[in-house]
């Protein structure tokens, strides 16, 4: 019960890869990816937590209040920039796929083989 | 300190002219050789170092091994940025941007000391070598080869983060000294193999290990060949050198006690990728996706040198990455001029072409050489450094399959340049796959400039020279001692000890290792005159081999899900074994 | 552990799920944006303000929007693919 | 591999591998009980980011000055993609390019009506402030530049949702969104060196902290963050024209 939360992350992983191997749309796909990249998210916000403690921000709070870690909410902020741009990238190139090919399958994408 | 600093100062690059980007590239590689020629230092970002055994900011930590790495990567990029000034006619900023963002990646990747900071890294050299890939956006080839390496690279980044999440939580640090000091303090147990198996193998992905090394190919056959140079010749091996570079400083010591658990799990996973790479990269006809499949081969021959985990195998690993990434990318460039003379790089159809491009098969069968690790090439030096210990440790079996990668990756480029360059022998009835592919550059298809044949002869030729630099090895062996003890480059970061000299001792090189270099190179020949001579009575042999080969090529589908599904599973597996250890 | 922050764990599992069995790209870009609302919340609910706000404006807002503006590429390719191939078999009834 | 097979193998390693990280994760301690060295990295910045930096959020005290360098990487991640998407999509010799019409599936059937025009043309300034707001408050409450920038990025864009791509490019014509981006990606770098002419580490904290809860506080922290909110709008307006122009005028 107290690993619960942690589980998650493998959870999602494992629904996100799920999605890959079943896919049958380049954008499709492609979503299914960012599921897998939630799961880093879920891990790091799981890591960090600390029970009985406040948001990192002292703006309001005596500073020395136990709080959570800002340490992982810093590497998640980086961790979504990542997302929204690889997640571009592999968008501009399904739709370039399929406009030279006019195929969005992953399956049948194949040119090179062998 | 200065130089790590301005080496940061170049990651502006916006509207830079060829010149420009040329002379950032140089000054990159004369930074990194006076990294390599200093001592090792550590340099904290924000001047935010250690508090009270916690590192806070963010350092680098370069030592020789890291500073050659990033060495080489510049060296490699002048040359292809040389090579390309004259090769796209479209050429545009964005591409020298890209160019020189990838170098910088390439750079920050071989001397951060914080985890973190090397995922950083390793996503900004996939965000620009993506985009590389697909350079030539108006064909279907290069836009899937973009999208397998991009899904495939994004799978295995995700379990890098993953891992790095599971050792924060563990030991509340990111820095590599300070995790593997904490880590060693404590028992190894499932978390600890965990993320070793989730930060190796995402590396591995990079590194194009078997079964991770499907996304290579594809990437290599389509992406222009000056950046094909850089993927192969030192984007690859980085991913190898991460690899080294997390175990030595971070897991080592926790796992001390299963050091030759680890020896044969990876010693496995290199003989498959040697043996893979070697038979796919045989039965190609693309030259450029038959070099992809050499460069598969030769990183399970390097994974095997640094598997052993001695330093003269590390050492070994490392003379042979850079000679192998000069070699390598020789190749790769001279395979962008036949394209450029051309239009084609398919063995079959310049057979049948009068084309005026045979004087390349002088430099080719110079670089055949250079893969059949012939002395003096710098890739026989490494392969010298690594057998004396392989087999001291009763791993001899290993250098045969070595032996074999070699002669077979050989003989396939051998069979190339004699086939399809010099038209000698009569045409296989091979059948590969066709790729289709338009020219990479528009008009002056009538002669070479020297920008780009100038380019391709140095890096084969600095390949030769590389391995008569006089004290390569025992340079190579004292880089190899530092990245290998953990314990003293965890003072040096942490608190701030000098780093006493490694001694090294010169190992010379015996007649036995020259004889079988030769007999490599003798071997390579005489498979690429069979291969070029289908006599009648090879037919049946010939169809046989087709047979065989058929479900290996099945396997390379081109369908990202199949490779996402290897993934899984060799993570799994190497996840598994590891789990072993432990319980 | 809150009951509430158990909640919107368990709404985050089933939203992954929800958003990768929705095989429609269309439904899934809303799918995909109810997901990024639910991870903004479990964010806020976790002490992350900082992470909330960005995984709201990126996750249901910046994302969505790309992928529907690929979608539309995409389908007006289609479009007009499927006029391409109307044109020739009008051009062999006229003959 | 047929599907079958593929299937078959995906179930088995990614129980395999499930099974693993789960294995692995139990490894971590409890939930919400983090102790010991585990807890240290964390307690420090909490502790260190009022007294020595002056600033309240103590993210933003990480994201941009105690691990600022990861930052300064995240920002070019964030260039790369954009100028790779525009290499990408850039427009080749063969294709031809009319003029920019809106051809966005389904938009010549409705026009918005006049109130929803009205509306959202309305909401453009109130957002621009409102991100504006969450950019410059980064190092005292949530927000920075960031979260401000993608706001930032997506006041531009209701004028497109109200049906004008005319004026879209008006308000934000392609080379001044560049500009934007570039100034922002290029700023980080710059106020980093500057920190090396006055002699510092590179991205050290050269400024006087200022008051604390002052909107100038943080000493170089609240340049940076403009810095970044520039980069981070600039960024992803950008790949959003790139897309759109995608969509709306690009030919096979």
């Known amino acids: 019960m107290t690993h619960l939360p942690y589980c998650l992350a493998a959870w999602l992983f494992a629904v996100g890869m799920y999605g890959i191997v079943t896919s049958r749309n380049m954008v499709h796909l492609i979503i299914c990816l960012t599921v897998v990249q939630s799961s880093t998210y879920a891990l790091l916000l799981a890591i960090g937590f600390r029970a009985n403690a406040v948001a990192p921000i002292f703006a309001d709070i005596k500073p020395g209040t136990p709080a959570v870690d800002p340490v992982v909410q810093a590497l998640m902020l980086t961790d979504i920039v990542v997302e929204v741009t690889v997640t571009a990238l592999l968008l501009g190139l399904a739709v370039l796929a399929h406009q030279q090919t006019g195929k969005l399958d992953p399956r049948e994408l194949g040119v090179l083989r062998g | 300190m200065a130089a790590v600093l301005a080496a940061l100062g170049h990651r502006i690059p916006r509207l830079l002219a060829n010149a420009l980007s040329i002379a950032t590239a140089a000054a990159v590689g004369w930074m990194a050789v006076t990294l390599l020629l200093a001592r090792p230092l550590v340099y904290w970002f924000s001047g935010w170092a250690v508090v009270a055994g916690k590192a806070i900011g963010i350092s680098f930590a370069p030592d020789a091994a890291g500073a050659a790495m990033v060495a080489m990567a510049s060296l490699l990029t002048l040359a292809s940025l040389i090579f390309s000034s004259r090769y796209f006619d479209t050429v545009g900023t964005l591409y020298h941007s890209l160019m020189l963002v990838f170098l910088a990646a390439m750079a920050g990747f071989g001397l951060t000391g914080d985890l973190f900071n090397l995922f950083v890294f390793f996503e900004l050299m996939s965000a620009a070598a993506f985009a590389l890939c697909g350079y030539k956006s108006e064909e279907a080839g290069p836009l899937q080869g973009a999208l397998n390496f991009a899904v495939t690279n994004a799978a295995g980044a995700y379990l890098v983060l993953s891992g790095i999440g599971l050792l924060y939580g563990r030991t509340g640090a990111l820095n590599m000294a300070e995790i593997g000091r904490r880590l060693a303090e404590g028992r190894p147990d499932a978390l600890v193999t965990g993320a070793l198996t989730m930060i190796s193998c995402g590396f591995l992905v990079k590194a194009a290990v078997a079964p991770f090394h499907f996304w290579l190919a594809d990437a290599h056959a389509v992406a222009p060949a000056p950046v094909c140079v850089l993927f192969s010749g030192i984007m690859v091996p980085l991913g190898l050198y991460a690899v080294v570079r997390i175990y030595w400083a971070i897991f080592s010591g926790a796992l001390a006690g299963h050091q030759a658990d680890l020896r044969n799990l990876l010693a496995v996973i290199g003989v498959a990728t040697a043996v893979v790479g070697a038979v796919m990269c045989y039965a190609q006809r693309h030259f450029k996706r038959l070099l992809a499949f050499s460069t598969i081969s030769h990183i399970g021959i390097m994974l095997m040198g640094a598997a052993i985990l001695t330093r003269e195998g590390l050492a070994g690993t490392g003379v042979y990455a850079v000679s192998h990434g000069l070699v390598k990318g020789g190749l790769f460039l001279a395979a962008g001029i036949v394209l450029h003379r051309t239009g084609t790089v398919d063995e079959l159809e310049l057979r049948r072409m009068r084309h005026g491009v045979s004087w390349l098969a002088a430099p080719v069968f110079v670089g055949a050489a250079g893969l059949a690790e012939v002395p003096p090439f710098g890739t026989f030096r490494g392969e010298a450094l690594m057998s004396a210990s392989t087999q001291a440790l009763g791993y001899g079996w290993l250098e045969w399959v070595k032996f074999g990668a070699a002669v077979v990756t050989a003989g396939a480029v051998l069979r190339f340049a004699a086939g399809a360059l010099l038209g000698w022998g009569r045409t296989p009835d091979e059948e590969g796959h066709e790729i289709p592919e338009r020219p990479e550059t528009q008009g002056g298809h009538r002669h070479t400039p020297a920008v780009m044949w100038v380019p391709a002869t140095a890096l084969i030729v600095l390949g030769l020279l590389a391995g008569m630099v006089p004290g390569i090895t025992s340079e190579a062996e004292k880089a190899a001692a530092q990245v290998k003890d953990r314990a003293a480059y965890a003072a040096r970061v942490l608190d701030g000890a000098t780093v006493a000299a490694a001694v090294a001792t010169a190992a010379p090189v015996n007649a036995g290792e020259c004889a079988r270099g030769f007999g490599a190179l003798a071997a390579a020949v005489l498979l690429a005159f069979i291969s070029l001579r289908p006599q009648r009575k090879e037919r049946r042999l010939h169809r046989l081999w087709r047979g065989a080969m058929r479900p290996l090529r099945d396997l390379h589908s081109g369908v990202i899900p199949d490779y996402v599904t290897w993934l899984l599973l060799g993570t799994a597996l190497f996840g598994g074994a590891a789990l072993m250890w432990v319980r | 552990m809150m009951w509430l922050q158990a909640l919107i764990l368990l709404m985050v599992a089933a939203g992954g799920l929800g958003v990768v069995v929705t095989r429609d790209p269309l439904n899934q870009a809303v799918a995909a944006s109810f997901y990024g609302i639910l991870l903004g919340l479990m964010f806020f609910l976790f002490h992350a303000p900082d992470v909330a706000l960005s995984q709201i404006t990126v996750g249901a807002l910046a994302l969505p929007l790309m992928i529907l503006l690929a979608l539309a590429k995409i389908r007006k390719r289609e479009q007009e693919t499927q006029e391409e191939n109307r044109k020739p078999e009008a051009d062999g009834q006229r003959e | ?252």
């Open chain 4, 1 to 252: 591999m047929s599907a079958g097979t593929r299937i078959a193998m995906f179930v088995l390693s990614c129980a395999a591998f499930t099974a693993l990280y789960i294995a692995a994760l139990c490894g971590l301690s409890p939930i919400g009980q983090v102790h010991g060295w585990a807890a240290q990295y964390g307690d420090a910045i909490n502790r260190m980011s009022v007294p020595a930096l002056h600033i309240t959020d103590a993210v933003t005290a990480v994201n941009f000055e105690f691990r600022g360098f990861d930052t300064l990487g995240e920002e070019f991640i964030m260039a790369v993609s954009v100028l790779g998407a525009a290499l990408l999509l850039r427009k080749h010799p063969d294709q031809g390019s009319g003029p920019p019409q809106d051809k966005a599936a389904g938009r010549k059937i409705s026009r918005p009506g006049d109130a929803v025009r009205v509306l959202t043309v309305g909401l453009v300034g109130p957002v621009t402030l409102f991100g504006i707001y969450i950019v410059v408050h980064g190092q005292l409450t949530p927000g920075g530049g960031f979260q401000g920038g993608v706001i930032l990025a997506s006041a531009p864009l209701l004028i497109y949702l109200a049906g004008e791509f005319g004026s879209l490019q008006q308000v934000a014509p392609r080379w001044l969104v560049e500009v934007g981006e570039a100034v922002g990606a290029g700023g980080y770098a710059v106020i980093g060196a500057v920190s090396l002419a006055v002699g510092l580490p590179f991205l050290a904290n050269y400024l006087p902290p200022g008051r604390v809860g002052d909107l100038f506080s943080g000493g170089i922290v609240a340049l940076i963050d403009v810095t970044v909110g520039l980069e981070v709008a600039g960024g992803l307006l950008l790949l959003l024209l790139v897309f759109l122009e995608e969509a709306l005028t690009r030919r096979p």
